[in-house]
């Protein structure tokens, strides 16, 4: 019923930035809440930066000031700039997104497939 497709990983040079981007397609009645979240291997996937509707950013303490998320509510996309990219960076990068399929229904939660980024030179 909803898809959420991420685009812009990569491979780049520690230093470096990439700019991933999510759009939600579908059933959509209202979407809440988008984020983005990494799984490196061996770890638990982590909240990397969430912005609610309002465009209120709370973002994981290990990319504050080197990472900023943005969303477009017309075009049902929201962004990761990532810039100052450092070797532990290196993730699976996961869209979510918290969506209401009709007025007066509950919120359910939605995921991409996953971008990979490495951060290697």
């Known amino acids: 019923q909803v898809q959420l497709v991420e685009s812009g990983g990569g491979l780049v040079q520690p230093g470096g930035s990439l700019r991933l981007s999510c759009v939600a397609s579908?059933?959509?009645?209202?979407?809440?809440?988008m984020g983005w979240y990494r799984q490196a291997p061996g770890n638990q996937r982590e909240l990397v930066a969430s912005i609610t509707r309002g465009d209120s950013a709370n973002y994981a303490d290990s990319v504050k000031g080197r990472f900023t998320i943005s969303r477009d509510n017309a075009k049902k996309m929201v962004y990761l700039q990532m810039n100052s990219l450092k070797p532990e960076d290196t993730a699976v990068y996961y869209c979510n997104a918290e969506v209401a399929l009709a007025w007066g229904e509950g919120v359910n939660d939605y995921w991409g497939q996953g971008t990979q980024v490495t951060v290697s030179s």
């Open positions: 579908g059933n959509i009645f209202y979407i809440y809440d």
